[in-house]
């Protein structure tokens, strides 16, 4: 009876091609937010985390085309004009070897700037592989794999990262002078290198942590088992549909690696395992500083108030943008 | 309860053990040697230091043989500083580190909770407003400059705490004290801040209101107890990062403790000190871990511990 009913209902009228005005219902009326678009603009409703990106760009600045434009070089010794105190020759004064402070300290956020970002690249690229493969495979992989984070992670970081920057010295000053190591390594030097060893080594199993925990409530989502289905491969599933959706946190948590390099390399040069002379970096600047302390604090101020710029914006750009890319972990 | 403590005590372990074992490995399989420093020594005298030292047997035979002193507890002898043990020069200078650091971490906790507290408490007022910014300032800049600056500003300045000392006097804990719990102190602020924000938007926080409780009795009995918990976890952390700042704040203010003479010991390649320091130290931080660990399950009753 029922059936009898419902087919009564279907007339032909409702076979007809629609209207204009019921095609205009369908229309979209303003293009549709993205996730990109969307957490751009909670970013710039944030105050406080776009004067931090202004502050670090400006220090970009600085340090990228500062000391190009700047008079002296970061090692060149003026003589005569040794510890000299700000001035408009020399605006942050001179060192006691009369070298310009300016542009040892731009030399310095540069060299401090570019080993927070390095790290943070080699960082992130450990620890989104260790990560993705442990939570992707599940099972005794994953539980191997996660002791051995839980092991690297109670290791008392600073304790390996003085030893491993002692160990490292020796054999990558051998392979640097040997013939065939690339010049541009050279040009680094020991000092970088062996921290960009360490902070590699070391810092990664935040990132494997949070990369596994997303790994593994996505890999239950509908569009896995799709493209599983399809007959993708695992490594396409975990590059092409898996680490994607877990962008956000990934840029966010090396976001806010880079100030953690930034403060380490800065500990390491300050108590003399960091850059090679006359390399200057922010920490070792301010070692050097700390001789003469008691006549020239300004010696210490500027590299000292420099680098604490570049962690203070850097913490509160990755606080805006964790807030702007995943409201959730909000705190 | 005890499944859980036992399998915690394994992973401490079995993290000591990968610990002794790298430091162990990194320190004796790099080229050259801490005798071929800056004076000449002749082949003979060299292979003899090399034996006193037991440099000359392989590696995995030093290994055991090194395995089995720091059981006894013998860290072995500095290369450095002749005659004398690691272990003295260990049980020497940690007295000084041990105290700056308990020093340390007194006020940070102390003043961290008062601060997170107030803060939470006068949510959006100028009073929390200046704690913020004062502990965001705190986060970011280094140990090295906070004690530096101090002790220019305080010590040569103003002449009111000395720069260099001894710990021997209050007012000579006063600078490196304060440089040391700057970090942790804002940290703990801002932890405190959260979870209380947390706390006092809870149900029973509202009961205790409605009772007719006294608002000490509300902030203290019921909001601060709970409050605290996620403190109690920064606690094994906070531990290294005072040992970590102690390296160099001991150096800046000429304090004769381990941090520093674990400094000087790197630099003059002396790797018996090295390992011993990093030994002790390790084992130090893993064993804080591990308590603080077992301690967060007994003051929590609602985490469960089976899991």
């Known amino acids: ?331 | 309860m005890l499944k859980y403590v036992l399998k915690r005590l394994l992973v401490s372990l079995l993290t000591l053990w990968v610990m002794f074992t790298l430091t162990f490995f990194l320190m004796h399989l790099t080229p050259g040697s801490p005798f071929l420093g800056d004076n000449k020594i002749t082949p003979e005298i060299f292979a003899n230091l090399e034996a006193k030292y037991g440099l000359d047997k392989p590696i995995l035979v030093q290994y055991e043989k090194y395995a089995q002193n720091i059981l006894k507890g013998d860290f072995g002898e500095s290369i450095k500083l002749s005659g004398q043990n690691v272990g003295e020069i260990i049980s020497r200078k940690f007295p000084y580190s041990l105290k700056l650091g308990l020093f340390a971490s007194a006020i940070a906790i102390v003043i961290g909770t008062i601060l997170g507290t107030i803060s939470a408490l006068k949510k959006n007022t100028s009073a929390d407003r200046v704690i913020m910014l004062v502990v965001t300032i705190g986060i970011a800049v280094p140990s090295f400059v906070v004690a530096t600056v101090s002790m220019v500003l305080f010590g040569v300045k103003l002449h009111m705490f000395p720069t260099v000392s001894n710990l021997d006097t209050l007012s000579s804990y006063i600078l490196p004290g304060f440089a040391l719990s700057f970090f942790p102190l804002s940290f703990i602020t801002r932890l405190m801040r959260s979870s209380m924000l947390d706390v006092i938007n809870q149900d029973y926080i509202r009961t205790a209101r409605a009772k007719g409780l006294s608002e000490r009795v509300v902030i203290f009995k019921h909001g601060l107890r709970n409050g605290i918990l996620p403190v109690v976890t920064y606690a094994g952390p906070m531990v290294a990062g005072v040992l970590t700042g102690s390296f160099v704040i001991e150096s800046i203010f000429s304090i004769p403790g381990l941090g520093s003479s674990f400094v000087t010991s790197i630099t003059a390649k002396d790797y018996p000190t090295v390992m011993g320091v990093t030994i002790f130290l390790g084992t130090l931080l893993i064993f804080m871990n591990f308590l603080v660990d077992i301690l967060y399950r007994f003051v929590d009753p609602r985490i469960n511990i089976t899991k």
């Open chain 1, 1 to 331: 009876m029922r059936e009898m009913d419902n087919t009564a209902v279907l007339e032909n009228k409702l076979f007809m091609p629609a209207t204009e005005s019921e095609k205009a219902t369908v229309e979209i009326m303003r293009p549709s937010v993205g996730y990109w678009k969307d957490a751009w603009r909670r970013l710039r409703a944030n105050k406080v985390a776009i004067g931090a990106l202004v502050v670090i760009l400006l220090v970009l600045l600085a340090a990228v085309i500062g000391p190009m434009l700047s008079p002296y070089k970061y090692d060149q010794i003026i003589k005569g004009s040794e510890n000299l105190s700000p001035n408009v020759q020399h605006i942050f004064g001179t060192d006691s070897l009369g070298r310009d402070l300016f542009t040892r300290t731009m030399i310095g956020a540069r060299i401090s700037i570019a080993v927070g970002v390095v790290a943070a690249i080699m960082i992130s690229i450990i620890g989104i592989l260790y990560g993705a493969v442990s939570g992707f495979l599940g099972g005794w992989a994953d539980i191997v794999m996660m002791r051995i984070v839980d092991i690297v992670y109670s290791v008392p970081t600073v304790l390996i990262v003085i030893l491993l920057q002692v160990v490292l010295k020796d054999p990558i000053d051998k392979y640097l002078s040997s013939a065939n190591s690339p010049a541009f390594l050279k040009g680094l030097g020991v000092g970088l290198i062996s921290i960009f060893f360490v902070l590699a080594l070391l810092y990664w199993v935040d990132m494997a942590r949070i990369v596994r925990g997303q790994i593994l409530a996505l890999k239950e989502q509908e569009y896995v088992l799709a493209a599983k289905v399809l007959g993708a491969s695992s490594r396409d599933i975990i590059s092409k549909h898996l680490i994607p959706n877990c962008i956000g946190q990934i840029i966010v948590v090396a976001t806010l690696k880079i100030p953690e390099a930034i403060f380490v390399e800065s500990f390491l040069s300050f108590i003399g395992l960091g850059v090679s002379i006359p390399m200057a970096s922010l920490g070792s600047l301010s070692q050097a500083a700390l001789k003469g302390i008691y006549s020239y604090p300004y010696m210490l101020i500027f590299p000292a108030a420099t680098i604490s710029v570049i962690i203070l914006s850097m913490n509160l750009f990755g606080d805006g943008l964790r807030d702007a890319l995943d409201p959730r972990m909000k705190k």
